[in-house]
């Protein structure tokens, strides 16, 4: 039915031959009950922002930016190498004293611990003729083995040794100081 009226509406405009002065925008009524709403939204709003400027700000900015960036330089601090080393010595003292201690008890032997080997030959002649022993109690250290000893068990001689020594000796010399 709607088309019918349609159809009439035109079919009489055509007819008549009067066209309307009134128009209306594209897409108007679909956008009609949107733009309305936001309208009324927007008029709530208040007209002040909220924000002001003080008096003569952009006037005095660039100077105070100005200001700002160029502040006085400070003086540096200077630091003495005298108190630095002044700081330093109880520390290096202490680290000395640890290390000293350390080396003493873990690295020198203790030398509390006596052997022959440590003793000298001439301290234990001294020793000896220092004291005054009788030949039976020198007999009794020593023992009954080492009197049935000889000089040469102690030495080693090797056969070639002992013809280089005969044939480099001179009889002579050996004669002469038998003989004196």
Known sequence: MKENLENSIDFLNKKIGIKSSFS??????SEVEASISSEIS???FSKDTGFTTPNDYFNNLEDSILN???APQRESKVIHFRSK?????????AASIALFITFNLFFIEDSNTFSLDSISQNDIENWLDSKTFSNIE???AIG????????????ELKVENL???LT????????????N
């Open 163 to 165: 013809e280089d020594y």
């Open 68 to 70: 700002s960036i160029s």
């Open 85 to 93: 080393i002044l700081k330093t010595i109880p520390f290096v003292a």
């Open 24 to 29: 209306v925008p594209e897409n108007y009524f």
């Open 144 to 155: 009954d083995d080492f009197l049935k000893l000889n000089d040469f068990s102690f030495t």
């Open 168 to 179: 480099t000796i001179d009889t002579q010399e050996l004669l002469i100081e038998i003989n």
């Open 42 to 44: 927007t008029s709530s």
């Open 138 to 140: 020198i007999a009794n």
